[in-house]
């Protein structure tokens, strides 16, 4: 009965109940951080979807009406102006066919910024002893290989090799190989790849 969402790639999806006739949801969020977008103004013979944007003081009501019993759902895009994540809270409330309230409460949701393209990053620190951190970036969620290789092309590392979804993202090189065991000094090389985009670049390692 509680609030179903979801967000990615920049929108945020609520789902609503088909027990639900008519539903009130109340956005607060921090307007410095984060630009909730205008719904369209829709009018049916089945719903109608009002909405009151006020990016003044960070506040968007949505109030929607439902006359035929099923899954209903919309969607609403947002702009994060930086990397990090944003908190948003949402109170609301629901109401089933006879008027009664069907659920109500209040959410926080988390709204994640997605980049634009893939990205690979130069380590920092560089150089670098003991540990040091690659940032990269997906405009989508895909799987990842990012690995290691030392001034010959051979393999010392994997660091991931798993599914990561779209975002700003992370992985940190201990410096040590595939074995757990510390490597020397030197020149090496970090690479990622992925389905639609592979690049590689160089960092030293200090001792």
């Known amino acids: 009965k509680n609030l179903t969402s979801k967000n990615e790639n920049q929108t945020l999806m609520i789902t ?10 109340f956005f607060e969020y921090p307007k410095e951080k984060v630009r909730l977008q205008q719904l369209p103004q829709a009018s049916s013979g089945k719903e109608i979807v009002l909405t009151d944007l006020d990016t003044l003081n960070g506040e968007f009501l949505i109030t929607a009406g439902y006359l035929e019993p099923k899954l209903q759902s919309f969607d609403v895009p947002y702009i994060i102006m930086g990397k990090d994540d944003v908190m948003i809270k949402a109170t609301y409330r629901m109401f089933d066919t006879s008027g009664e309230i069907f659920s109500q409460g209040t959410k926080e949701i988390t709204l994640r910024p997605v980049p634009q393209e893939f990205a690979l990053h130069q380590n920092y620190p560089n150089p670098f002893n003991p540990i040091t951190t690659i940032n ?5 969620q895909t799987h990842v290989n990012i690995m290691i290789y030392d001034i010959l092309g051979r393999e010392v590392v994997k660091l991931i090799s798993e599914e990561i979804p ?24 970090y690479q990622i790849q992925t389905k639609d985009f592979v690049k590689t670049k160089k960092m030293v390692l200090l001792k």
Do not use: C, H, K, M
């Not at 609503?16 to 949801?25: A, G, P, Q």
């Not at 990269?136 to 989508?140: G, H, I, R, S």
């Open 166 to 189: 779209a975002g700003y993202q992370s992985v940190i090189w201990n410096t040590r190989n595939n074995f757990g065991q510390p490597v020397s000094a030197g020149i090496y090389f």
């Open 136 to 140: 990269y970036d997906l405009p989508q």
């Open 16 to 25: 609503v109940s088909e027990d639900v006739s008519t539903i009130n949801i």
